[in-house]
Nanobody, 128 residues
Framework: VQLVESGGGLVQSGGSLRLSCAASGFTYDENRMGLGWFRQAPGKEREGIACITKGDGTTYYSESVKDRFTITRDNAKNMIWLQMDSLKTEDSGVYYC????????????????????WGQGTQVNVSS
């Protein structure tokens, strides 16, 4: 599995960024898999913040990003994007995308990466 994230950078609080992820090297089970974004802030564990299923595009957002971030997908290209608006300093961290699955519940999927495969991540820094 190959995962390549891009689009991170430095932005002021209140600003926006759009992250991209290209995934390859795996076979999809439409009903039980998807792609997701995870974030690791300094000194904290990595957490799933936005995930989307391949089949019907059901989404899940963590409470910390709900109503500010939007995840979208292109199944044909195996790509996802994360539009991040109204950024806060606490959104700073390394953002990773991952293949998710193992259940039909997208919130449950968004807890870990299938096979523990991760890309190199992309750094997001939000200044006050």
């Amino acid at each position: 599995v190959q995962l390549v994230e891009s689009g991170g950078g430095l932005v002021q609080s209140g600003g926006s960024l759009r992250l991209s992820c290209a995934a390859s090297g795996f076979t999809y089970d439409e009903n039980r898999m998807g792609l997701g974004w995870f974030r690791q802030a300094p000194g904290k564990e990595r957490e799933g913040i936005a995930c989307i299923t391949k089949g019907d595009g059901t989404t899940y957002y963590s409470e910390s990003v709900k109503d500010r971030f939007t995840i979208t997908r292109d199944n044909a290209k195996n790509m996802i994007w994360l539009q991040m608006d109204s950024l806060k300093t606490e959104d700073s961290g390394v953002y990773y995308c991952a293949v998710i699955g193992g259940t039909e519940n997208v919130e449950a999927m968004c807890k870990w990466a299938l096979g523990d495969h991760w890309g190199q991540g992309t750094q997001v820094n939000v200044s006050s």
